[in-house]
C-alpha cells in the first residue's frame, strides 16, 4: 500500500510528560507548552488526565491547567479518565474538549494491572461507556486497544488474543448501534516491530473495515520510528506522538521498561515530510515547543532533531 | 526484495564514542570494552584512529590500547588513517588487523572541510591507496562513500553527485584492475530518509552490480533505525553499528549536528531478531558491553535497549 498524502498527529506529551516526572511544575509553564504546540499546528492536544490525585498527585490540579491555556479556535484540549470520577471531574471542567474514547486491553494481566479487572470484563464495561457517552452527548470517536503487541507482565500477546479484543469490538458496534470512526493499536510499553505492526494492522482491518487505523507507539526498545515507517507504508495516517519524546524516565531501571515515551512529535513530522506526507505542523516552531519542553523539565530529553537541528536545504551555487 | 537472512555488523563505538569524548579515558577501560564487545560476538571491531594526535589527542594512545587487548580469535581489530603518515603508524603498531579501505565523498565541500581537497580531487588520491595497499599485500576490501545522502555544507547531496563519486569508483576499478567487494553508503551527518536509502541503494547497485552494499548510518535526526528497516527490506546485510550509540555529544549545539552517533548497535540487533534475520550476536551480552560503555563514559548514553531491558518471553500460563 502507498504512503497516505497526509497524516493526523495528535500530541499526548504533556500528559504523557508530567504525569511521569515529579509533581510541581507549575500550570504556567504546562500551559505555555499546550500554546506553543497549538501555534505550532497541533490540532488535538492531550493535556492532562482526571485521575486519582492520591496515585498520581501530578496531574491533580488537571482542572486549573485546563483553564489557565489561552485557547486557540479549531484545537481540541482533551484530556483522560479512567473511571466515572475521572470522567465526571473532566465533565465538570468546562474547557475540557470531552471525547468518546474506549479502552480495551489485549494483555489480560496488564489489565489486570491497571485497573484491577482482567482484559474481558474490561471490555465489556466499555458497553457502560458506551452508553455514558451517549447520555452525554458524545458520539464514540475512538477505541484503543492497550498493549495490542505485549506487555511487560506476558511479553508478547499474540495475534489472537488481539483478535480475540477487535472481535469484541466489532460486536459491541454492532450490539450498541454504532460504527467506531478509529481504531488504535497502541505499544503501550514497546514490543512492537515493523514485521508485527503490518501484520497487526491487516488484522486490525480485516476485523474492522470501516475504522480509520491509528498507532500509538512508544519508542522503548529503539524502534518507534522504523514502525512507524512501516505504519505509514501501510497507509496509516494517524499516530500519536509526544513532544520531544516526553514520557521517558531515565531514572526507571529496566524493571520499568513501560516508562519510555511516546515516539517523538518532531522527529516523526520530520520522517513524514522527507517522505513527502503533509502533517499540517510547522516544523520550526514544533521544535521550539519541544526546546521549552527541555527547559521546563531542566534535563536533557529524547527527541533528536530537537538536539540536531533541521538539515540545511541544498545551497545553490556550493555544488562542484 | 526480501528481507537478508542473516547480517554482519561492524562495531564502530570504540573508536567514534571516545573520539568525540574529552581525552583521558584509560586504556584499562577502553580495552575491556572492546573485549566486551568480542565476547558478544562482534568480529569485526574498530578500535582507535591513527591521526594528528595534536588535533585528535583522543587517539594519541591508539598504539597502546591495540597492544593492551586481549584478542579472540577470529576478530579482525581494525583502525582508521586518513594519510600516509597514519597508515605508517597503524602498519608499525603490531596487533593492528589493516584494512584495505578507500574514502570517497559526494560532497565537495565536506571533502575540502575534512581533507583539504575537493572530491574528485580525493577520489583520485584514492588510486595511490589502491596501489599502497597492494604494496602492503593487503586487498582491496571496501569503499566508503561519505555524505552519501547530505551534509551540513551543501545540505541534500544530488543522486547525480552520488552516481558521479560511484561511477568514478568502476571506473578505478576497471583501470586498477581490482573488483571492489563492499561498498558503503555513509550518511555520516544524518541526512538520510527511508526512501532516499532505498533510492540510493538501488543507484548503487546499478553502478557497482558486484559490490556487497553496507550502510554506515548515523542516528542524528532520529531516522537512523527506520532507515536501517528500509535497507534491510532491500536485502542489505552489512552495517556499521556503534555499541550504546556512542559517539553522540549532547554538548554539541546544532551547529555541530554531525557529532551524533552511529546507530546503536544493539538496538539493530534487536530489531534484526525480532525481524528473524541471524546476526550471530549475543544480544544479552551486547547489552552488558553497552552498561559497560554507559559506565566508563559516565553519563547516559542513548542506546533505548539498554534502558529498557530486553522484553520478556511470553510466561506459560499467564494467559487468559
Partial sequence: MALPARVEIHEEGPREGFQIERPGFSIADRASLVEALADAGLRHIQVASFVNPKRVPQMADAAELFAAIRKRPGVRYTGLWLNEQGFERASATAPVDLTGTLFFYASDAFSRQNNGKGMRELAESQRGW????????????????????????????????LAEALRFIAALQREESFRLPALYLADTVGHANPRSVRRRIDLAREILPHARIGLHLHDTRGLGMANAFAALEMGVDLFDASVAGLGGCPFCGSEHGGAAGNICTEDLVFLCEQLGIETGLDLPKLLDAARLAERIIGRRLEGKLMHSGLPLTVREGVTA
Wanted: charged share 30%; aromatic share 12%; net charge negative.
Fill in 130 to 161: 458506551v452508553r455514558r457517552y451517549r447520555e452525554h452527548g458524545l458520539q464514540i470517536e475512538s477505541a484503543y486497544v492497550m498493549t495490542a503487541f505485549g506487555c511487560n507482565y506476558e511479553g508478547e500477546i499474540s495475534e489472537e488474543r
